[in-house]
């Protein structure tokens, strides 16, 4: 029974496929039910909502010391023992936990000096982030189980929750206090879930309880704590800094909303780097110089294009979603892609890196660029408000991919091959592009029809190619 849950031999295209359409599913209802709570929160109480979801995010990420990270090697190592492994594992990632929301809560007087969150909001971040902690735990069981249908039921079923009872609070409280339903929303659904994930899974069934898989446990996930935190800060530290910086509430809510709409080029890229990463590893393996640089300049071609298309027919899709008060956000499209592009260009060292096991340099890049991140978003949020802190996010991405590409050349410069002048050419198209953006703004056919007719050019060669990459 356990060897079928973790053969790798099992429905692995199956499996694949559906986590892809999962992925895909998710993001296209938060971005479908975005113009809802856009429209009745108005733009300073989603801002608050932001926050509140930045901070719950950052304490979400360190809580359990990352220890469910060695689900995946565990389930190999103790295969013989899975159960056991996987609810110990499961038993400390809610003890850890605890015990550091309860260490959190005893330094609440330090965190107030990091925000203005009163004592019951601080308590609800803390519990939200570990009710997301617990499914986060939950859903990396399901990923190495082969359980791709489950995960998907409890994704899909998690998000509609969500939505449908935030409104239900949001409609039961006062005008200005709005944001609080999205919050009490979330919070009681993920809570709920939480709650009978644990009993499923440590009362379901008897199981032996061993500190040798707390120490395996402990010493994989420990590393990678500062690198998951620093991630985090890397994503979330622009709306907090811009909060106690004195930005308006109206404007992070407006630079939260078109962020949230952005990352639909995000989930694109995971989509497309789960795909491509098990062959780019075959080619690092053989050595296949020529098959790596024609498949990564196709992909790079792809993913170029489709981030040129996102932007040329953005203005008028966004537009949709949003009401007038939203619209400066439409400025800083460009920029949160241009942040995307530049993750996109850190995958191939970051995937080369994990190739050799060089995880530490994964973990250094990620701190120092949140350390950047940090710095910029500081100077440039005071000089340009929203517009900085965009721009903040960007730089520090393009410094993510440079100091990666330095460390993979370092490593083996011998077998890494991806050469920073095979990127350039589409890196220089993609910026023609932010300039047409701007320059075409008010001519939407012209970008219509610009995008379509790229649009069609690319298919044209994928189909002359036969394949995608």
């Known amino acids: 029974m356990i060897k079928k849950i973790i053969s790798k031999k099992s429905g692995l295209n199956k499996t694949f496929v559906i986590n892809v359409i999962s992925t895909i599913i998710l993001q296209g209802f938060a971005i479908i039910t975005m113009p809802v709570f856009s429209r009745i929160l108005g733009s300073e109480q989603y801002g608050y909502y932001a926050i509140f979801n930045s901070w719950t995010s950052i304490f979400a990420s360190f809580i359990s010391l990352s220890i469910s990270a ?125 709650l009978v994930l644990i009993f499923y899974f440590l009362f379901n069934k008897k199981f032996y309880i061993s500190t040798k898989y707390f120490k395996f446990c402990i010493l994989y996930g420990l590393p990678l704590v500062l690198h998951t935190l620093s991630g985090n800060i890397l994503s979330q530290s622009d709306r907090v800094m811009m909060q106690k910086l004195g930005i308006s509430m109206a404007n992070v809510g407006i630079y939260s909303i078109f962020f949230t709409f952005s990352s639909v080029m995000n989930t694109i890229l995971s989509a497309f780097n789960t795909s491509y990463v098990p062959f780019y590893y075959d080619f690092i393996d053989k050595n296949d110089k020529k098959t790596m640089i024609e498949k990564s300049i196709n992909y790079s071609e792809l993913f170029t294009v489709l981030s040129i298309g996102f932007l040329l027919l953005s203005r008028e899709v966004s537009k949709v979603m949003v009401t007038q008060e939203f619209y400066l956000g439409i400025e800083l499209i460009p920029i949160f892609v241009s942040s995307v592009f530049f993750n996109f260009l850190y995958h191939f060292p970051a995937n080369f890196e994990f190739f050799y ?59 890494f091959y991806m050469k920073i002048e095979y990127f350039i050419p589409w890196i220089l198209l993609y910026f023609l592009f932010i300039w047409l953006f701007y320059l075409l703004k008010d001519y939407a056919l012209y970008r219509w029809l610009i995008g379509g007719f790229i649009g069609i050019i690319e298919c044209v060669r994928i189909i002359k190619r036969k394949r995608i990459f």
């Open 70 to 194: 060695g689900i995946g090697a565990g389930s190999y190592k103790y295969k013989e023992e899975y159960v056991d492994f996987r609810n110990n594992m499961f038993l400390y990632t809610i003890t850890l936990s605890i015990l550091n929301i309860l260490i959190c809560i005893a330094l609440y007087p330090f965190f107030t000096f990091l925000f203005n969150f009163k004592f019951d909001i601080f308590i609800l971040v803390l519990l939200t982030a570990f009710s997301s902690t617990i499914i986060s735990t939950v859903n990396n069981i399901l990923i190495y189980e082969k359980r791709a249908i489950v995960k998907l039921f409890l994704s899909v079923s998690l998000s509609v929750a969500n939505f449908i009872v935030s409104l239900l609070f949001i409609y039961l409280l006062k005008p200005q206090q709005l944001y609080l339903g999205k919050v009490y929303g979330h919070f009681l659904v993920f809570f709920l879930a939480s």
């Open 357 to 415: 096991g060089k995880t530490i340099y994964v973990s250094i890049g990620t701190i120092l660029a949140a350390i950047v991140n940090i710095i910029l978003n500081y100077y440039f949020i005071i000089k340009f408000g929203i517009f900085g802190a965009a721009i903040a996010t960007s730089i520090s991405s393009l410094f993510l991919y440079i100091f990666h590409y330095i460390i993979a050349y370092k490593i083996d410069k011998l077998r």
